[in-house]
């Protein structure tokens, strides 16, 4: 039976990352888990970058996903956290190493700020680990505040932090 996607009415576009343990475990359990707060449509390749911030730490794989929600952007959030919480994402510092990360980047075309969640995600547009993944999934999306394209943010990067692509199928919704 086909899920309608207008009982999902938002659409939102995270980024996962990890560089502990096994990360296609990671990425898969989370995918389980996240799959519980609505659709998984679209899943980005898998990018290796190197770490950003701090940098004596293993490399990063990251992708992106695109989820169809009824949850609220906080609703979401808290939820991500928990998802977190469970597969023990061990982040001790800041861009410090993690066995899962699990960021809102973008939600519809929604701009927000609070204490607790900016929304589009401040520092996604200078980050090409977080932009590739999402440029697989939608390159003509708009960013919301810097009203680019992701494939024109893209053009428009100076630093560069991926180091290899792991090509996923097109029509998996798992990690291969």
Request: hydrophobic share 40%; charged share 20%; net charge positive.
């Amino acid at each position: 039976m086909a899920v309608s996607l207008s009982v999902y009415p938002n659409r939102a576009i995270l980024a996962l990352g990890s560089n502990e343990g096994n990360w296609k475990i990671n990425f898969n359990q989370c995918l389980k888990k996240i799959s519980n707060f609505g659709l998984i449509t679209k899943i980005g390749n898998i990018y290796v970058s190197k770490p950003y911030g701090h940098v004596q730490q293993k490399n990063f794989h990251n992708t992106a996903i695109e989820l169809m929600t009824n949850h609220s952007p906080l609703r979401l959030m808290r939820d991500l956290q928990l998802v977190e919480r469970v597969l023990k994402k061990n982040k001790t510092i800041i861009n410090g190493p993690r066995r899962i990360d699990i960021d809102i980047v973008f939600y519809n075309q929604l701009v927000f700020q609070n204490n607790q969640l900016t929304i589009p995600h401040p520092r996604a547009f200078e980050r090409d680990f977080v932009l590739y993944p999402i440029n697989d999934i939608d390159p003509f999306y708009s960013h919301p505040t810097k009203h680019k394209t992701i494939k024109a943010l893209i053009e428009g990067l100076n630093e560069k932090y991926i180091e290899k692509i792991i090509k996923q199928p097109k029509d998996s919704l798992l990690i291969r």
